[in-house]
């Protein structure tokens, strides 16, 4: 990996901890949530001034499909809020955050699209996934699924509705994007721009 990628990771690392952590400290609404993505939107706008020919990859698809990544999102940070005004973060944000990894594959199998999910995918997404149930118990001896039924974890599971929602149907516009995108601009181009 290079030290541009590991610098990147570490910068979305922190700035993805530091909003949610700011959020929960707020009074958790979904109009946070919006203030904090329009940021995140005005920091990409440089890249339309370098890279803006790769709209012309943007069929009509891809913008129908912008329009649904925009509702499961708007659905994820709303139920998020919703979570985080119900309960505690530290078990909120796992269940979020890691539970789409198995449902993302799970609608992945149904749509017949198994030769992308292999057998070590499937065992690191059932490690992840136990890993965010784990996370927020401090005693093994006293983990129950009781502990998840809450409003807080129902709001997180629908918040895992809304980025499992998104996941796919960006992995899609960003196929499309990529193939009709002009040779000019490099598969990264087109990404930032349809971020």
């Given at each position: 990996m290079t030290l541009t990628a590991i610098v990147l990771l570490l910068a979305s690392?922190?700035?993805?901890?530091?909003?949610?952590?700011?959020?929960k400290r707020q009074n958790p609404a979904p109009a946070f949530f919006l203030v904090a993505n329009t940021l995140g939107c005005l920091c990409l706008l440089p890249v339309l001034f370098?890279?803006?020919g790769a709209l012309s990859g943007f069929s009509t698809e891809v913008w129908g499909l912008?329009?649904?990544?925009?509702?499961?999102?708007?659905?994820?940070?709303a139920a998020l809020a919703m979570a985080y005004r119900r309960g505690h973060m530290s078990v909120a944000y796992p269940l979020a955050r890691s539970l789409p990894v198995l449902l993302v594959a799970a609608v992945s199998l149904a749509l017949g699209?198994?030769?992308?999910?292999?057998?070590?995918?499937?065992?690191?997404?059932?490690l992840i996934v136990a890993g965010g149930l784990l996370l927020p118990v401090q005693n093994l001896g006293a983990w129950s699924i009781r502990s998840y039924r809450s409003a807080s974890s129902f709001?997180?599971?629908?918040?895992?509705?809304?980025t499992t929602g998104y996941s796919l149907i960006d992995d899609r516009a960003l196929r499309i994007v990529r193939a009709l995108a002009p040779a000019a601009i490099?598969?990264?181009g087109s990404t930032a721009v349809y971020a």
């Open positions: 690392a922190f700035s993805h901890a530091g909003w949610n952590i700011l959020g370098i890279y803006g912008l329009v649904c990544t925009g509702f499961c999102q708007a659905l994820y940070y699209l198994a030769y992308q999910v292999s057998q070590r995918a499937l065992l690191g997404m059932v709001w997180a599971f629908v918040a895992a509705l809304g490099p598969s990264a």
